[in-house]
């Protein structure tokens, strides 16, 4: 069993970062990906950034280009998602979801654990 849990949302205003967390544990992750998805009120789960545990190769959805990092920490056992310049529109509750397979997917049909989610709110 995974247990994944997020910290690190507020409140910001348009331009300002944040830093998301996912702390990671009950399973080895050597082979895992783990990735950030987003929700927003009516919408549907957006993909926003996934890394391989293994490796630290990263996939970035359309919202993080140039904005959002993904990394990781193996010693911690957690993922992070640096959020920078951020926009109204990044207002959602943000999830990390972990993928056995290891797969850099921005479907989130390919993640088998998640995470209860952080609400990001971000004020114009």
């Known amino acids: 069993q995974v247990q994944l849990v997020e910290s690190g949302g507020g409140l910001v205003q348009a331009g300002g970062s944040l830093r998301l967390a996912c702390a990671a544990s009950?399973?080895?992750?050597?082979?895992?990906?783990l990735g950030w998805f987003r929700q927003a009120p009516g919408k549907e789960r957006e993909f926003v950034a996934a890394?391989?545990?293994?490796?630290?190769?990263?996939y970035n959805g359309d919202s993080a280009k140039g904005r959002f990092t993904i990394s990781r920490d193996n010693t911690k056992n957690t993922v992070a998602l640096q959020m920078n310049n951020l926009k109204p529109e990044d207002t959602a509750v943000y999830y990390c979801?972990?993928?056995?397979?290891?797969?850099?997917?921005?479907?989130?049909?390919?993640?088998?654990?998640w995470g209860q989610g952080t609400q990001v709110t971000v004020s114009s």
């Open positions: 890394i391989r545990w293994s490796s630290g190769r990263t």
């Open positions: 979801a972990a993928a056995l397979s290891g797969y850099l997917s921005d479907s989130w049909k390919s993640y088998d654990y």
């Open positions: 009950g399973h080895p992750f050597s082979s895992h990906a």
